[in-house]
């Protein structure tokens, strides 16, 4: 089939748009972009043209829009153009100027494509609304087109492969990815020549594109070149290869997804992770870098999440966002906010901790050197009973604790949800939101300024006391 015929069908078999469809064409005045302009005009599609002048080239980059302009007099589409100060915003940001430039472009078609949606929305509902945005069932969207082809798929997944994205990154370009679509991923840059020459396109050469500075240009004009020589058909191998990477992807992440539910405990807004289920699941660190790259924990972080799997407790690591907190037998992933405001990690050499409600001082004593106190704000435990690191947190639905002298009529203890626990004690509503709760490997030890649970009571046996004193602020 010729080029034509093949670009309306990948569109169709991809399902990217249907005729109907505004689309916004990416052009820079190259051979790619022009190709792709020339593809939507023969096949009647409904587009406008984008430009962005990103002023970096002198007189080139206003060469540039001149001739995009008279590309849209040629097909009598309207055309955007937008002018970036791209070196200012490189600077200021503190970015490389591709990367500038990327996020420029990308803000700019955004803000495009919603005003382009919005104006079809607000068209459907009158009568004049043109019949290409009117059917009785659709409403047509605005989509992006960028002319990337194959050979900047080869480029994508080699330079992906160096910089070890892992298998996502070997999947090389998605041909839709929400509103943006690159409908030439199939066709060889060789192609779009030969496509270009047989109908007498006209366009602009970039000469940004010869400097083997840009990594992308090295790729192109170096390293494949290099490769070709060795291996005559590495392109169309790579393209094969990026097939069944995408297809490798998809059963990959099925299986990280069943480990994932076989691991995973949400509490709140809480992770929480078994150690030992966690230490037999194999491969460990892939799968332990899958569950924490959620929460903005790099591949290089993986091996300290590892090692503090076998560490004591109270160990931890962090990233921007969120803390993974070694707790005996638990992983936990919490974000820092709810690890300051609501979960706070004692350990056992701490003496002083301040919160949001007051101040714990704690202390290890003899007994013979401490007298029984009624004081609520006073609790003595057995020394024995005690795990640390404790956990000092907000109370929250589901807690239950076994009440300091609550027994069932058989004389063993009785559970007792908070919940219910508070309304027996008559607390008003807006004072229980201000109820903590000091807890022991997974077990509530002291609801503080009120009762602590009967399993951490001083005996007749207990020799170390533990002294906690909880004062308000």
């Known amino acids: 089939m010729s080029l034509p015929d093949n670009f309306k069908d990948y569109i169709q078999k991809k399902n990217l748009f249907i005729p109907g469809d505004n689309l916004i064409v990416a052009v820079s005045g190259g051979i790619d972009s022009v190709v792709l302009c020339d593809l939507c005009n023969q096949a009647a599609f409904n587009f406008t043209i984008a430009h962005c002048n990103f002023q970096l080239r002198g007189e080139e980059s206003g060469r540039d ?17 937008k002018k970036f100060e791209t070196d200012k915003y490189a600077n200021e940001n503190k970015v490389s100027i591709q990367v500038a430039a990327r996020e420029l472009r990308y803000s700019w078609f955004k803000e495009l494509i919603i005003e382009n949606d919005e104006q079809i929305r607000a ?7 043109p019949k290409s945005h009117r059917t009785s069932n659709i409403l047509f969207e605005t989509f992006l087109l960028t002319a990337h082809h194959a050979n900047d798929n080869i480029e994508t997944l080699l330079m992906n492969f160096f910089k070890g994205t892992g298998i996502t990154g070997l999947k090389g370009i998605e041909s839709k990815k929400g509103k943006v679509i690159r409908p030439l991923l199939f066709a060889k840059k060789e192609e779009l020549q030969e496509y270009a020459q047989a109908n007498d396109l006209q366009y602009v050469e970039d000469s940004s594109n010869l400097s083997d500075k840009y990594t992308r240009n090295y790729f192109r004009n170096q390293l494949i070149p290099s490769l070709q020589k060795v291996f005559p058909g590495v392109e169309e191998n790579l393209i094969s290869n990026i097939t069944r990477f995408k297809e490798i992807e998809t059963l990959y992440y099925q299986a990280i997804s069943q480990h994932k539910k076989k691991l995973i405990e949400e509490k709140g807004n809480e992770i929480h992770i078994p150690v030992l289920k966690l230490l037999k699941s194999k491969p460990l660190a892939t799968i332990v ?15 300290e999440v590892i090692k503090i799997l076998n560490s004591d407790s109270g160990r931890y690591i962090s990233s921007a966002t969120h803390k993974i907190i070694k707790n005996r037998n638990w992983i936990i992933i919490a974000p820092h906010n709810t690890l300051k405001a609501s979960t706070i990690l004692i350990n056992k050499d701490d003496e002083e901790i301040k919160f949001e409600e007051g101040i714990l001082k704690m202390e290890t004593v003899q007994r013979v050197n401490q007298k029984i106190t009624t004081d609520k704000n006073i609790v003595l435990l057995d020394s024995d009973t005690i795990t640390f690191p404790l956990l000092l947190r907000k109370w929250k639905q589901g807690d239950y604790f076994y009440p300091l002298g609550m027994k069932k009529k058989s004389g063993a203890l009785a559970k007792k949800k908070l919940s219910k626990f508070f309304i027996d004690q008559k607390i008003p ?11 022991s490997n997974k077990k509530i030890v002291w609801i503080l300024n009120n009762r602590i649970d009967d399993h951490f009571k001083v005996t007749d ?11 308000e602020l």
């Open 65 to 81: 829009e001149i001739f995009v302009k008279s590309l849209g007099e040629k097909y009598n589409v309207k055309v955007f153009v």
């Open 123 to 129: 068209n459907s509902n009158e009568a004049e609304t």
């Open 289 to 303: 870098f899958e569950i924490i790259k959620e929460y903005g924990f790099t591949s290089h972080q993986t091996g």
């Open 429 to 439: 509503i807006q004072d229980k939101e201000k109820i903590w709760v000091l807890e």
């Open 461 to 471: 046996r207990t020799v170390n006391l533990l002294r906690i004193q909880f004062s």
